[in-house]
């Protein structure tokens, strides 16, 4: 077995496609399912995967070929139904599984799904033991799988979406109560539809429920954290404190104000991140984010003796520079926001947790405390091309450069591809909005004169 071959089925988040078409297919994810178990199988001791999936349609196909896969290969597999990612990775960790696994393509529309593996400390795993899955899936198993006597066995754990609101309500602090205070939810008819509505009202809120009515295609449809203007409507509607909007899975979170003004991820990050310096709560005095979060990020957490640490795009390398430098916050502009005192993944419902925790301290309106810092104009284009990504060429490379003095230490440039489209991210952000619009065109007349039409 050589598990030396770069990945093809796993990306930066998991396995993910159209349902029903390679790789989202009922063999591919029952092959997945005895490829892990054989991959995990530990002598004298019987491996448990706790099974969970947001609510999409597919997600009955594809948990049912997992679930054969898994118990083949001699897995007994614990299904959850529907739940946050963040819950199933804290599940296993407090149930002392072996493995997590969610059914999800996180804020994509119901037509996608994916698969997402969590290992036994509740961290997505590394790119290497993902490479030795897929070279199992490469191999004849069929003398590798249990004997009869050993096949796996499935139940049911009943009381999993009680445990992850008991665990959520233990990030808020303790003495604070949410009475009084009007919130407006929206689930993007996923995974937390329960969970995220249940937990806030018994923690005193006056919640107000949208997206909230899971049908298997409607997950975010006009709703959650990636289509927000149903919820900030919503919240001026109600005369709502604060709104929440959260994606297909529960990982990510977009805040509106009072007014119906949308806070996202770095606004976030600069909320908690002051709030918790003000408690002695940062370690490290480090946060850690993307380079597509916002320089005004940067240069705010600065003023308060907090380096922003940047790394390349996905949540799954935010975590793994925290667990390398120690940091507790870090997340992505997008809603992502990871909280490791509290959770192992982005978790969506704790990050809003602590952003009205800092609302019930300060009895303060949302707009006012949520404004943390002045963002600098920032501008994103996305370029197709075909044919061999123009990335790294020697003219790019200059135009790059030329740019770059351009902005002469007042602003960024990061040119990036996008990891399931041929596609060149181009973002320019500086103090000055007409030379951010001037850096963009450049860029993107650069990249179209080095891809055909």
Same mark, same amino acid.
């Given at each position: 077995?050589?598990?030396s071959?770069p ?22 994810a029952?092959r997945?399912g ?40 001699g ?36 037509e ?33 799988l ?13 009381d999993a979406?009680?445990?992850y609101?008991e ?62 203007e ?24 977009i805040?509106?104000?009072e ?12 909320l ?36 922003l ?12 520079k ?5 940091a ?6 997008s809603?992502?926001? /990871? =909280?490791?005192?509290?959770? %192992?993944?982005?978790?969506?419902? $704790? ?7 800092? +609302? &019930? !301290? ?5 707009s ?32 790059r ?12 440039? /990061? =040119?990036?591809?996008?990891? %399931?489209?041929?596609?060149?991210? $181009? ?7 007409? +030379? &951010? !619009? ?9 990249i ?6």
């Amino acid at each position: 077995m050589n598990g030396s071959k770069p990945r093809k089925l796993f990306g930066t988040d998991g396995i993910r496609g159209t349902s029903n078409q390679a790789p989202m297919t009922v063999d591919v994810a029952q092959r997945l399912g005895q490829a892990v178990g054989v991959r995990f199988r530990k002598e004298g001791h019987r491996q448990r995967v706790i099974l969970g999936k947001d609510t999409r349609l597919s997600g009955y196909m594809i948990e049912s070929a997992l679930i054969s896969g898994f118990l083949s290969a001699g897995m007994d597999v614990t299904q959850v139904g529907p739940l946050p990612t963040p819950a199933i990775a804290m599940l296993t960790r407090s149930l002392r599984a072996d493995l997590g696994v969610v059914i999800s393509a996180s804020h994509n529309p119901f037509e996608d799904n994916g698969i997402k593996i969590f290992g036994p400390t509740g961290f997505k795993l590394s790119d290497t033991t993902e490479s030795e899955i897929e070279a199992y899936m490469r191999e004849d198993l069929s003398d590798r799988l249990a004997a009869p006597s050993e096949v796996g066995r499935a139940s049911r754990l009943n009381d999993a979406a009680g445990r992850y609101v008991e665990n959520a309500k233990a990030s808020f602090p303790r003495g604070l109560r949410l009475d009084g205070i009007k919130i407006v939810i929206d689930c993007a008819n996923g995974s937390a539809y329960r969970v995220a509505p249940t937990a806030l009202w018994e923690l005193g809120a006056d919640v107000v429920k949208i997206g909230c009515e899971p049908n298997g295609i409607n997950i975010n449809l006009d709703c959650g954290s990636t289509a927000p203007e149903r919820l900030c409507a919503a919240v001026v509607q109600h005369g709502a404190q604060l709104g929440i909007a959260l994606d297909g899975d529960a990982d990510r979170v977009i805040i509106s104000d009072e007014h119906g003004r949308i806070i996202d991820g770095d606004q976030i990050l600069a909320l908690i991140g002051k709030s918790w310096i003000a408690r002695g709560q940062l370690r490290t005095n480090a946060v850690v984010a993307t380079v597509m979060s916002n320089l005004g990020l940067e240069h705010f957490l600065a003023e308060h003796g907090v380096t922003l640490l940047r790394t390349a795009v996905g949540d799954r390398y935010v975590v793994e520079k925290m667990r390398e430098v120690g940091a507790n916050l870090g997340g992505e502009q997008s809603g992502h926001v /990871v =909280l490791s005192d509290y959770a %192992t993944t982005g978790d969506g419902l $704790v990050a809003a947790l602590q952003v009205l925790a800092v +609302l &019930v !301290e300060s009895d303060r309106p949302a707009s006012e405390i949520c404004r943390v810092f002045n963002p600098y104009p920032q501008m994103l284009r996305n370029i197709r091309y075909s044919g061999a990504s123009p990335l790294g060429t020697s003219m790019l490379e200059e135009a790059r450069r030329e740019i770059e003095a351009l902005l002469d230490g007042h602003g960024r440039l /990061v =040119l990036r591809a996008s990891g %399931t489209e041929p596609l060149i991210r $181009v973002m320019v952000e500086a103090d000055d909005p007409a +030379l &951010v !619009e001037q850096s963009v065109s450049y860029m993107c007349d650069a990249i179209r004169a080095l891809t055909p039409a």
